[in-house]
Each structure stands twice: as C-alpha cells, then as structure tokens.
C-alpha cells in the first residue's frame, strides 16, 4: 500500500506521505534557520525543528487514515 498525504483536486494520489515530510522539513528548517533570536530563546537547533515539523503527518503513515 502506498500512503499518501495529499490527494489531486479530483481525488487522485498527489504527493506521498514521505514526500510531503520532507518538504515541510526543509521548510521548517529554513525559516527557523532565519530566526536564531528564536532558537536561543528556545535552545532548539534548525535542523531540530525540522525534524520535529517533518514528524507532524506521521499518523498518516498507517493503513487505517488511508481508508478514511
């Protein structure tokens, strides 16, 4: 089975789950990179946030948010 986070406006695979994590991780990444005052506020390392912004659509990664 292949997961999918984004569909297609007529309902088709778009974009896979790994796919959409990497993307939303490297954007994370990036505008956290451009806020330090941010990150030593918080003591969090861009690619910290990254990682943890890529993780947010795990939960589509299971056969039953498939089927919904």
Same mark, same amino acid.
Not at 17 to 20: D, T
């Given at each position: 089975m292949d997961f999918w986070a984004? *569909? *297609?406006d007529d309902g088709?695979?778009?974009i896979s789950? #790994?796919? @959409?994590m990497v993307n939303v991780? +490297?954007?994370a990444q +990036? #505008?956290?990179a451009s806020t330090p005052e941010l990150l030593k506020r918080f %003591?969090?390392?861009a690619p910290i946030v990254g990682a943890l912004a890529a993780? @947010?659509?795990l939960g589509k990664y299971? %056969? *039953?948010f498939q089927l919904t």
């Open positions: 984004k *569909t *297609t088709k695979p778009g789950v #790994i796919e @959409h991780g +490297c954007v +990036c #505008i956290a %003591s969090l390392l993780l @947010h659509d299971q %056969s *039953t």
